[in-house]
């Protein structure tokens, strides 16, 4: 498969894909995309070759693992008038195999497949540091040693440019601050999350929490608590503290949602009141929440500044005059 991308920045992209399913079911894939896959297929193999813009070389690179995979037996061969049908029919057994293992499920009223908790939960964790960059690094090093025994001519191709290569450029600036800034926003549904485990935790008297989590959150519900046993209050008043610690929970994950659309303001203003909610554990000198909020006001700096760039790259309207 071959793909050719133009990017919001106006940078064009060439993106290349050779797969091949064999009669045992299993398949391997080569390609030159940046990024990794979010979820493992035990009969798929996938190996990566970012910096490679040539589909010969990648071709090549294919033909040379197939040829040397133990666990390949015959190929399938698929007549070139149903390729449509075929990859078609490839990226929905792909998606049932995700559905069996709980990642997605078949919508009946939408008529497409969305993903479970499960399936966001290990998304999302997966591209999250220090997971993230672990697993590239993992990822790399298979690819990297599946070509271990090619000739050197053809194995030099794997870290740079062939000659057929043309000017296609590797993955650009651009490229990269989309993912930054959609990483850094996914850090706003972190804290959500977390901070409604907390607030569920210390209803249900238990007495560990997430640190990322809002200590504004943890404050009050220990107040509240604190006050009920003192006064013998109503489980009402309980109920209310946590339709605010909701209220919050959901504060950070529409900051979340409207920062991956791209909106600079929702990373402003959840940095500021993640910011002060940070101030909590340096005043009850927690190193833990110090440290892990900081790391987490990191990535959101670094998300809101992808976007910055990201945004001035991009064409201005040009202006008509009145």
């Given at each position: 498969m071959?793909?050719v991308i133009?990017h919001g920045?106006?940078r064009?992209?060439?993106?290349?894909e050779?797969?091949a399913k064999?009669?045992n079911?299993?398949?391997?894939?080569?390609?030159?995309?940046?990024?990794?896959?979010?979820?493992?297929?035990p009969?798929?193999?996938?190996y990566?070759?970012?910096?490679?813009?040539?589909p010969?070389?990648?071709n090549d690179i294919?033909?040379?693992i197939?040829?040397?995979?133990r666990?390949?037996?015959?190929?399938?061969?698929?007549?070139?008038?149903?390729a449509?049908?075929?990859?078609?029919?490839?990226?929905?057994?792909?998606?049932?195999?995700?559905?069996?293992f709980?990642?997605f499920y078949l919508s009946?009223?939408?008529g497409r497949?969305l993903?479970?908790?499960k399936?966001a939960?290990?998304?999302?964790?997966?591209?999250v540091?220090?997971i993230?960059?672990?697993?590239?690094s993992l990822?790399l090093?298979?690819?990297?040693?599946?070509?271990?025994?090619m000739p050197p001519?053809s194995?030099?191709a794997?870290?740079s440019?062939?000659?057929?290569?043309?000017?296609?450029?590797?993955?650009?600036?651009?490229?990269?601050?989309?993912?930054?800034?959609k990483?850094g926003?996914?850090?706003f549904?972190?804290i959500a999350?977390l901070?409604?485990?907390?607030?569920l935790?210390m209803?249900?008297?238990?007495?560990?929490e997430?640190?990322?989590?809002?200590?504004?959150?943890?404050?009050v519900?220990?107040?509240?608590?604190m006050?009920q046993?003192?006064?013998?209050?109503?489980?009402?008043f309980q109920?209310?503290?946590l339709?605010?610690?909701?209220?919050?929970?959901?504060?950070?994950a529409?900051f979340?949602?409207?920062?991956?659309?791209?909106?600079?303001?929702?990373y402003?203003?959840?940095?500021?009141?993640?910011?002060l909610?940070?101030?909590?554990f340096l005043?009850?000198?927690?190193?833990?929440?110090?440290?892990?909020?900081?790391?987490?006001?990191?990535?959101?700096?670094r998300?809101?500044?992808?976007l910055?760039?990201?945004?001035?790259?991009?064409?201005?309207?040009a202006?008509?005059?009145?």
């Open positions: 071959a793909a133009k920045s106006g064009i992209v060439g993106y290349y050779f797969t064999h009669s079911g299993r398949v391997i894939n080569v390609s030159n995309s940046p990024l990794m896959g979010s979820y493992r297929n009969d798929k193999s996938s990566r070759y970012p910096k490679i813009n040539s010969r070389q990648l294919h033909r040379w197939i040829g040397h995979d666990r390949a037996t015959d190929p399938v061969v698929y007549d070139k008038d149903s449509k049908e075929m990859l078609a029919e490839a990226l929905k057994s792909e998606l049932r195999l995700q559905e069996k709980g990642y009946e009223e939408k497949f993903f479970t908790w399936g939960f290990i998304m999302t964790g997966r591209n540091f220090p993230k960059n672990i697993l590239a990822d090093a298979a690819a990297k040693k599946a070509i271990a025994g001519a194995q030099n794997a870290g440019r062939g000659k057929d290569s043309g000017k296609e450029p590797a993955p650009d600036a651009g490229l990269k601050n989309e993912q930054h800034f990483l926003a996914s850090w549904y972190w999350a901070t409604l485990v907390n607030s935790a209803k249900l008297g238990v007495t560990w997430f640190v990322l989590g809002l200590g504004a959150t943890r404050l519900d220990i107040i509240a608590m006050e046993h003192r006064t013998g209050g109503i489980m009402l109920a209310s503290i339709v605010l610690d909701v209220g919050f929970a959901a504060l950070f529409a979340g949602l409207a920062a991956r659309k791209g909106s600079a303001d929702s402003e203003v959840g940095m500021v009141l993640y910011g909610d940070s101030l909590l005043l009850s000198f927690d190193v833990m929440g110090i440290l892990l909020h900081g790391i987490a006001l990191f990535f959101l700096f998300g809101w500044r992808a910055k760039q990201l945004q001035a790259s991009r064409p201005q309207p202006r008509v005059p009145v």
